[in-house]
């Protein structure tokens, strides 16, 4: 009493202490598990019978529960949401802890919510739909892995064999919809799509979904991703046979649906043909003695899957949590709820739901549960699913269904199972990633492309410039048969050669005719779906590449500055004041009057007689010394006279004109340019043309920040010229132009006196566009590669751009600077006209004189020549021979014989004279 405590107190907390601890720790004999699915299904059949066994081993195991007797209460959903949902209520009125299914993801959306509602968990083992959250369905657990993990498989042995687009058929409903949209998702990740989708329903018949297929034909994708519940008629392929899509062009790859129907039931000879070159996913459940007593006791039951061994592993799974539950002294204890008890329904009496009071706690407890089960070791992550699943590869021939590989998330593809690369990770051994030999559809091994481009019927749309200027390049012929032609067409068609399928294609020209197109606006179109590719001097720069993929660079580029020239090789400086034409000429002028002075003076001029070889050196030094000095030789004819006063005239002008043209080069050439290159320009404010339609202005006024005001647009070789000519003082004038370098290369080649200034800029590649994601932009690499290598490429080159660029062509436009021969036409025509004039003179001359000098021979009684040849031919031979011996005597031995030959006329006694005068005449 020393205490103060009340003895009847302390008593009756005694008592009730007594009472209450032998009360918590009371275990039931009896807890309830509801099981509400389809019982009449592929994995429906085999999950009812492994949960029945697997309930009855709980209870033979005297570990787990320790003498509570679990018992297991199965309703039929019967496939249906409503069916499902009242069976879930006819389980609840018998009071369960916790629930195991549904099978159809579309039943677990509603079950999942009156779980939520009700506060039991609701476990599943083969509702895989991915957006069965933790976050919209907290009570909802998984113990077999979603469709976003085996999508992530899926697009992994899509990517493993290069495929970019694929064509999805699913079942319309959440289970297809949900888990598209996940493999939609992880294509993204991979840079690969979706092309195409061919949603169908369990209701649709034949001709519905042969329509749907038929559509999906006539697009390029042939790789075909199935993804349905199991279905045991698997009509898709019988309608693919039918339509001839089980061929070599074609790929089907399968969800893990594919693996329980044929592990559900025996596949005959007829099934398997149908089936070959079919790839699939299947669950990989490791091989242990667990599942070996397994199988071996339900060995009479040939229905297994996955999904029934994960059925299997929940019961297990729920027994752990509850057993948890109990070893903490939770009383198994159900309730009803006010608001049902208030429920006015008329048959389903939710007044007699009882609602579980721990099952927050037991959705705790099985939260923390870890074992090894017959599926490997079951364990749930933070998404509230299982953790971890490897998945088999597997292929379908005529001979069955063999696995090729295997699939794990950190470890990718192997011909090893997962567990065996485990065991050898610890001694650094590294399997390859591989599979093994695939059959495809036809009975081939070779890997199908997984993609037509196009065929006769729907050839490939290319759409090309329609360029009017640098057409070397691209355009198209302005004639009747508009032929599309030029060096990046020639690189195209025979980089098509090197791709080993046939691409049936037709070019469309892009453009107006009158300018060249905007080349943005061209790779928007094939963006946009317009046309399948753009084939032309396409750069490749970021923005572009934003919209469209491009091949491998056929042809390297840069950006460059182009100020007109100031020739800074001096060596041959002396020849620019005149063009090559007219050197030419002035050399003939200077060989055509020395020709003709020594004609003219040959036969009075002692100077211009004696040795040929004398005569031809004094020929030649007479007309080239007029140049620099007197000639030491005199003319002394009149006609002589006259046309060198025409020629010293015509020779003093030209002089004079090469004199001042090349003090104005000298002079121009020792002015330095302001502009070194693109610094220097861009730091300026003269004027600066660019290509129009080409990326330069974009770069020019984005990148450089240059002003638009001082952007010249200019579409030609003829207006590059022009501007820079006009100079930046000029309205249209340039002080320079920045264009990619094979434009340039090509201006300089037709136009000089201009030249490149600084080093190439913004180094940027021409290659061909392609719509996102086609297959066609990687093969094309390859093959432009393959035309780099074979010299092929500088073929082409060489074919279309050594046109302009080969040195004997480089004067069709010579020097602005130079002196033309037309600057001296008049004066020219002037010294030609009284040169020939003369010399007509002097032949009428010559010839007069010589018929005087035949009718002389004739009347000569001593003539030696009183006998001629019979034949013309003869005669006119000797009558020209004569003539240029007539020709060569001296002009004062001709007049001597002809005094003499009239004196003699006179006096015949002097005949005797004139013979012996003619005699002596002399032959130098």
Known sequence: MGLGIDPSVAITALIVAIMVVPM???????????????????????????????????????????????????????????????????????????????????????????????????????????????????????????????????????????????????SDDELGRNGVSALDDELYKQRSRISYKVPLSVHSDENFIIDALNKSKSLGPRVYVLHFGPDPLLRIFSIAQKLQM??????????????????????????????????????????SVKMQQFTHKLQSNRSMNAYAYHAYDTVWMIAYGIEKLLNEGINITFSYSEKLLHAQGIKLHLERIKIFDSGELLLEKLLQVNFTGLTGQVQFGSGRNVIGCDYEIINVDKTGVHTVGFWSRNGGFSVAAPEIRQKHKSTGFVFDEKLGDITWPGGGREKPRGWVIADSANPLKIVVPRRVSFVEFVTEEKNSSHRIQGFCIDVFIEALKLIPYSVPYIFEPFGNGHSSPNYNQLIRMVTDGVYDAAVGDIAIVPSRSKLADFSQPYASTGLVVVIPANDDNATWIFLRPFTIGLWFVVLASFLVVAVVIWILEHRINEDFRGPPLKQLITMILFSFSTLFKRNQEDTISNLARLVMIVWLFLLMVLTASYTANLTSILTVQQLPSAITGIDSLRASDVPVGYQYGTFTLEYLTYSLGMARSRLVPLDSTEEYERALKLGPKTLGGVGAIVDELPYIELFLAERTGFKIVGEPFMHRGWGFAFKRDSPLAIDMSTAILKLSESRKLQEIRKKWLCKKNCAEKRDWNPDPNQLHLKSFKGLYLVCIAITVSAFLVYVLRMIRQFVRYRRMERTNSMSPRSSWSSSPTMRFRELVFDFVEFVDEKEEAIKRMFRRSEDSNNNPSHVVEVQEADSEVPRN
């Open 24 to 170: 918590g720790c009371q275990r039931p004999q009896v807890v309830n598990l509801g099981a509400v699915f389809t019982f009449d299904s592929v994995i429906g059949r085999a999950a009812k019978v492994v949960l029945e066994a697997a309930v009855a081993d709980v209870n033979a195991n005297t570990s787990v529960l320790k003498g509570t007797e679990l018992r297991l209460l199965m309703e039929d959903s019967a496939c249906n949401v409503f069916h499902g949902s009242f069976g879930v209520f006819e389980v609840l009125e018998k009071g369960v802890v916790a629930m195991i299914g549904p099978i159809s993801s579309s039943i677990a959306h509603t079950m999942s919510d009156i779980a939520k509602g009700l506060h039991f968990p609701l476990v599943s083992f083969a509702a895989t739909d991915p957006t069965l959250s933790a976050l919209q369905f907290p009570f909802f657990l998984r113990t077999t892995p979603d469709d976003a993990h085996q999508m992530s498989a899926l697009v992994d042995l899509i990517h493993f064999h290069g495929w970019k687009e694929v064509i999805s058929v699913y």
């Open 246 to 287: 089980m061929t070599h062009e074609y790929v089907w790859l399968a969800t893990d649906w594919l693996s329980v129907t044929l592990d559900s039931s025996l596949s005959d000879k007829g099934t398997l043909k149908r089936l070959e070159g079919v790839v699939g996913l299947r669950q990989h459940i490791p091989k």
